[in-house]
């Protein structure tokens, strides 16, 4: 329990001091913001402080910190070890460049952001790879809702009939101006998803002893001998970092009113979320007692674990609150997952979005290739966990990516040694872990450990060394202007 604890202190001690880094190495400014300078009424829309922060948590907060943090428990309390320093200097820095970024190119996308500082064939290769991670990230957020939904209701409002419900609302929410529907009901749900955490938790502190939240340890205690490099950092995504937020970021950058906002909006909800994965990995390796026991669980879907839980810590009352808070949560995620799909097909297709008709002739074909992909995952016993399992991987590419983005308009901007290090690092570090999951796993390329691991770790460090090198030329050259 006092891991916990101090994980908690760390968290906040990490966004008063290293978010304050962060900003200074960014240096935002007076400058309009895209809610000032076009303000089209649709997607650039101003909005208070305050809004902005609870629309973007609940964006970044979907399935991921409490479905990826109950199955990252499986490996022991180590997990929260990656959940705090991987927020504090991968995940939360990740959000927070990649929002400020896009706000200075007014609102663009990450896909764009990649053309820019990475070149035209990075920006094609982005514009596909960030669709259909958007896509699949819908999918996971219908199909985990839904089934939640499932165990609730009477046997005629199945899994199907949830979808459903669930696709029209994202049809609405994908299609209306960003502050008719997103904007109103966030902040409501947002006191409901952080009422849900507090509650959680509460029940586990306060059980008389039932429940023992187990300290840190580097054991892995996954029973069935997964190894923690890399599954770990792969299935504890949005709890840590995810390139699913870099889509994100550029839609709430497309609200915000002034670009001192971004530290507590940006690098904050990712915190946030940080503190929301924490509980569900605490309640995870508490309230089963044994992880063989948790895993077994996990087996007849996470949506299960989390009603038994909340049911079993909080009783039917507290239950329902919880479970109606894990419901927003990937529902609030989906939504904003379609939206930002369309964003970045009306970029690449330069679509005038604040026309009705441009917005449905993107949104319609989305929402039909995301329901039959629901589709298959309701239906298929596996289908659920492959989609799982590739969202998972191409989240964290993703995050790679736009890390390297990020340290790319660092160095542009001057920000050389520590400046830019903020980014290389943590870019450094998820090429590792990217490729030699890509290269072990079951949906890749199936390699023993010897090959794989031998084999990011060269990938990694190959990018770091272009990274020195493309250093050290801005260095020599900005020495030569000065002299």
């Not at 001690?13 to 978010?19: E, Q």
């Not at 939206?339 to 929402?367: C, G, M, V, W, Y």
């Not at 079951?442 to 090959?451: D, K, M, N, V």
């Amino acid at each position: 329990m006092i891991s916990l604890f101090i994980s908690l202190a760390v968290l906040i001690i990490g966004y008063l001091v290293y978010g304050k880094v962060a900003e200074k190495v960014f240096a935002p400014d007076d400058r309009q913001t895209p809610a000032i300078a076009i303000n089209d009424g649709v997607d650039c829309v101003p909005m208070k402080p305050w809004k902005s922060f609870l629309i973007q948590l609940l964006n970044i907060a979907g399935t991921g910190p409490i479905f990826g943090a109950l199955m990252g428990a499986v490996f022991g309390p180590v997990v929260f070890l990656w959940i705090v320093f991987g927020s504090i200097l991968g995940g939360a820095v990740h959000d927070y460049m990649s929002g400020m970024i896009s706000s200075r190119h007014n609102g663009a996308s990450i896909a764009e952001l990649s053309g820019t500082y990475l070149g035209k064939a990075a920006k094609w290769i982005m514009r596909v790879f960030s669709v259909v991670l958007l896509i699949l990230c819908g999918v996971v957020f219908v199909t985990s809702p839904a089934a939640l939904l499932d165990e609730l209701t009477p046997d005629w409002m199945n899994g199907t009939f949830w979808a459903i419900v669930i696709l029209v609302y994202y049809l609405l929410a994908t299609l209306l101006p960003i502050d008719k529907v997103i904007g109103k009901l966030y902040p409501v749900f947002g006191v409901l998803l952080i009422l849900m955490a507090v509650t959680v938790i509460g029940g586990i502190l306060f059980s008389g002893g039932e429940y023992t939240i187990p300290e840190i340890s580097l054991q892995n205690m996954y029973p069935e001998g997964t190894p923690i490099w890399p599954y770990m950092f792969i299935t504890v995504a949005c709890g840590a970092i995810s390139g699913f937020h870099a889509t994100q970021s550029p839609m709430v950058a497309k609200c915000i009113t002034s670009e001192k906002q971004g530290r507590p909006i940006f690098y904050g909800a990712m915190i946030a979320e940080s503190v929301i994965a924490l509980v569900w990995a605490a309640a995870g390796v508490s309230f089963y007692g044994a992880t063989e026991l948790l895993n077994e669980a996990l087996k007849g879907g996470a949506s299960n674990v989390v009603y038994e839980i909340s049911t079993g810590v909080l009783g039917v009352f507290g239950g329902i609150l919880a479970v109606a808070g894990v419901v927003v949560c990937p529902i609030t995620s989906g939504d904003t997952a379609f939206r930002s799909a369309r964003l970045i097909l009306a970029e690449t297709f330069h679509s005038d979005q604040t026309k009705i008709k441009n917005r449905l002739i993107i949104t319609i074909p989305l929402l039909v290739i995301g329901g039959l992909l629901t589709w298959y995952a309701i239906v298929d016993d596996n289908g659920f966990q492959t989609i799982w399992r590739y969202f998972s991987w191409s989240n964290q590419t993703l995050a790679m990516i736009a890390l390297w983005v990020s340290t790319a308009y660092l160095l542009k901007k001057g920000k050389y040694r520590f400046g830019s290090l903020i980014t290389a690092l943590p870019a450094t570090f998820m090429s590792a872990v990217s490729v030699t999951y890509i290269l072990t796993a079951q949906e890749g390329f199936r390699l023993s450990t010897a090959i794989a691991y031998p084999a990011g770790a060269a990938f990694a460090a190959a990018l770091f060394i272009v990274y020195l090198v493309f250093l050290i030329k801005r260095l020599k050259a900005n020495q030569q202007l000065s002299t």
